[in-house]
């Protein structure tokens, strides 16, 4: 579900007629404030990674710009139409597109399981193969990412964005919410990837509520963004039935570690 059509259905929920006398109900801002210039202390972290051009609002023109020619091969998981219809026919207008969702719908070819590509499509199928608010409801997205890269031919793109920071939608259907870092996992270079660019979008604000533990209630949750994404190349064939996941933890232990200042000795606290 995108952000629009979630704060569409959360209004409605709360659109009850007041009884009679009763004030008018409380104005947004009220709750959470008005935007201004103060927000953007909320958002400082150098070490958080925004994207160059995979932004929310640009991530389906440079799709166009750059892999429109010649007739891409197309898979679209998640393209059932909910919030939009069919973008692809705006940017993509050449393509051979597969559109693959769950259930059945508008804009969607082939029903089936993300997890099981293999089950409905030969290796190395496609060109492109995309998905827009779909990692957040996949039980098992890395088995997902060992499929996408089993389809997706050597010289393709994925192309992915999904959610940091949002609210719970489409329950019980939603398992995860990713980071820049997250996807950057996922699409790594032992299943063959190289990664264009990532980052997150769009940012928020946000506090602890009335209704949380007393001692957090009214605290700022600052480094809140909405949107995740990345863009990366398969640049070379990998033998899928060879890989494990527990191969990454070695050479992620190498080139990063988790903070070593954020315990309590090391930060004299």
């Known amino acids: 579900m995108g952000l629009r ?16 006398n009763d004030p008018p109900p409380v104005r947004a801002p009220a709750i959470a404030g008005e935007p201004s210039d103060l927000d953007f202390q909320m958002h400082v972290n150098p070490s958080t990674k925004r ?3 995979a932004r929310h609002s640009g991530i389906w023109k440079w799709i166009g710009d750059n892999l429109a020619e010649p007739t891409p091969r197309v898979l679209e998981l998640g393209s059932r139409s909910v919030v939009s219809d069919a973008l692809w026919r705006s940017f993509l207008p050449g393509c051979s597109y597969v559109g693959f969702d769950i259930l059945t719908g508008r804009n969607v070819d082939v029903v089936g399981d993300a997890h099981r590509l293999r089950d409905h499509f030969e290796p190395e199928s496609f060109d492109l193969v995309m998905a827009f608010a779909v990692f957040e409801h ?8 060992e499929e996408i890269a089993r389809v997706l031919a050597v010289g ?7 959610h940091f920071s949002f609210s719970e939608h489409e329950l ?4 995860f919410q990713f980071n820049a870092h997250a996807l950057e996992v996922l699409f790594c270079p032992e299943l063959g990837f190289e990664v264009i660019d990532s980052g997150m979008d769009n940012p928020i604000i946000g506090r602890f509520s009335k209704a949380a533990d007393p001692y957090l209630q009214g605290q700022l949750v600052p480094e809140l963004y909405c949107h995740s994404s990345i863009i990366a190349r398969k640049v070379r ?3 899928l039935d060879a890989f494990d996941w527990r191969a990454l933890i070695p050479r992620l232990a ?15 606290r």
């Not at 393709?156 to 999904?162: L, M, N, R, Y």
């Open 237 to 239: 064939p990998v033998d």
């Open 138 to 145: 996949l039980a098992m997205p890395w088995i997902v990412v």
């Open 156 to 162: 393709g793109h994925a192309v992915i964005e999904t």
């Open 5 to 20: 059509r979630f704060v569409r259905n959360w209004q409605a929920s709360r659109r009850l007629p007041p009884p009679a």
């Open 254 to 268: 190498g080139a990063s570690m988790y903070p070593l200042d954020s315990d309590m000795e090391r930060s004299g």
């Open 172 to 175: 019980p259907w939603h398992f």
């Open 51 to 53: 994207p160059r051009f």
